[in-house]
């Protein structure tokens, strides 16, 4: 073999063993899915509530992904809640629970037990952070397994007192009470039957029943009275003035059986002589009270008539102050409590 081709095959020969270039890793393929497609991709457990973002970190990711799960939960608040209001009106258009109720939630921006969410799988790429949290439904029913035991509990109480108590105002607060025990209640329940919960419910909602019932009828019998002083023009005027606002029986109207008595006293006119003529006062009393006799509260006014000439003058305005100044405005809010509601 010539010297010049051994030299050619020589050199074709190391070109040949030389190792190829590495890849410039800027040329890597890019992976095919972007990252809200691969975090879609993840699944919590079967039965879990799921909540799944993306943020610049992790903490606002989970943060995120946490208060997607709080607004699922947030959505049965929101359904129980219409259910039971719905509940106040029966089929035939009648009111069926007589006081309304508001049932506030804070589960809308944040959980009432976020530690027992689990973050199911984290991803980060292109500077954002993907979070996917998981929380199953026993632990997600763990703040409302509580609110229902509670409530439970005082409605359960709260129909007790108020089958044994005569006393109205002792009756109005405990029907209040047994009411908004009852929306607490019936949410919870609702709330845990949307994750999926049921249990018996159906005695205590049998004694609601019974108890919403026997309130209705002595409220059915509660009724407000006016006796006395009628013939005075002073009795007639208050009279027809708390007429305005509640609805008055007198003893002639029907015999007292549950509800309040109100009597009206009027002292005689007492008047003196002033620098602008004459000055008559009366002090003015309503007395109320049980059927029975029970005094149940006194409530005072002092009328005044002025008269530039005589006393007949003066005693004729008398009646005129009973509408004046914050005499009824005082009668009507301590009689406000105690009207049925």
Known sequence: MSLPLMAFLAILGCSSSEPTPATNPSTSPKPTLSLAEELRMQKCPIGSLQGTATAEDYDQALDIAITKIAAQIQSSVTASNTAVKREQVSADGKEKIESSFEIQSNVTTQLRNRQDVHVQKTLTRDGLVGVVACMNREDAAKPYRQDYQTARDALVSSMAVLQMTSHPLEKFSNYDKMVEAYATYKSAVQILESLGFKDGYGDIEENYVKAQENYNDFKSRYKVYFEGVLEAEEGVKIFQELSKKIYLQTNQDTA??????????????????????????????????????????????????????????????????????????????????????
């Open 256 to 341: 007292c059986e549950v509800g309040l008595v109100l009597s009206l006293e009027l002292s005689d006119p007492k008047c003196k002589e002033g620098g602008l003529g004459v000055i008559c006062t009366e002090v003015v009393a309503l007395n109320g009270s049980s059927c029975s006799g029970e005094t149940y509260f006194t409530l005072g006014a002092t009328l005044k008539g002025a008269g530039r000439f005589d006393e007949a003058e003066a005693k004729s305005k008398i009646v005129n102050s009973i509408d004046k100044g914050n005499l009824l405005a005082d009668w009507f809010k301590e009689l406000g409590r105690w009207v049925p509601r």
